[in-house]
């Protein structure tokens, strides 16, 4: 049973626009959300976070939104750019277990130029 | 910039080997991670380790076993490969042990035959 959902597979987003990737989680332990970005042939890369005594966190063209009530959080992207076409992975991880950081299964976001 | 390495970016065994996947980071982190990335499953945790000579067993440890010497390099090893091993195995070191921001391999390819 998956503590951490990504129930879009994939995205396909026209350049310029913006992309909403959600995510969803189980566990009330979570405290701490972590989006990463995965290329091709690439390890994931961090790209933003966010605590739960936030509600949005910002960093250039990303911010990430927690409704803590809903336990959703969500990553905006704008302007979507080509660059961006990548695999997103949502993380959370819970205070008394930090080390165990929970994936998503990903969603394929394509940048259509 | 940090770098985690990771020695084979593609391997392939037969069944019933023993096999060792090596990791190398050189930022001097604390925390060692070992992941595998199956579609639609995510990145689960194998086993980590926040210091050397320390380690404790993730989500899916069963048929893994690791090893870290020196704090720089973390090894996973398949005791006797199975085809069910067949995925992207990921290292990831982490500063802090709350692995608030992993910083990861490019990854290893492992198909067992």
């Known amino acids: 049973d998956q503590q951490v959902k990504q129930n879009s597979p994939s995205l396909s987003v026209q350049e310029g626009r913006i992309s909403i990737l959600n995510c969803d989680y189980t566990n009330s332990m979570f405290d701490y959300f972590l989006w990463y970005k995965k290329y091709p042939a690439e390890g994931p890369t961090f790209l933003i976070s966010?605590?739960?005594?936030?509600d949005k966190n910002e960093d250039g063209r990303f911010t990430v939104f927690l409704n803590k009530s809903a336990k959703h959080l969500s990553l905006h992207i704008v302007p979507s750019q080509p660059g961006d076409s990548a695999v997103y992975f949502c993380a959370a991880s819970a205070r008394t277990s930090y080390d165990k950081v929970i994936f998503g299964p990903g969603t394929s976001l394509s940048v259509i130029p | 910039d940090v770098k985690v390495t990771q020695s084979s970016r593609y391997l392939v065994k037969r069944t019933g080997e023993k096999v060792f996947l090596e990791c190398v980071q050189d930022m001097d982190h604390e925390n060692m991670f070992w992941y595998r990335q199956d579609p639609g499953l995510g990145l689960r945790l194998i086993y980590f380790?926040?210091?050397?000579?320390?380690?404790e067993k993730g989500d899916i440890p069963e048929g893994y076993s690791v090893s870290r010497e020196k704090k720089e390099r973390f090894s996973l090893i398949l005791e006797s490969a199975s085809t069910n091993q067949t995925s992207m195995y990921l290292c990831?070191?982490?500063?802090?042990?709350?692995?608030?921001?992993?910083?990861f391999g490019q990854g290893t390819r492992l198909t067992v035959v």
């Open positions: 380790s926040y210091d050397v000579k320390m380690k």
């Open positions: 966010i605590s739960s005594i936030k």
């Open positions: 990831a070191s982490s500063l802090y042990r709350e692995n608030t921001e992993a910083f």
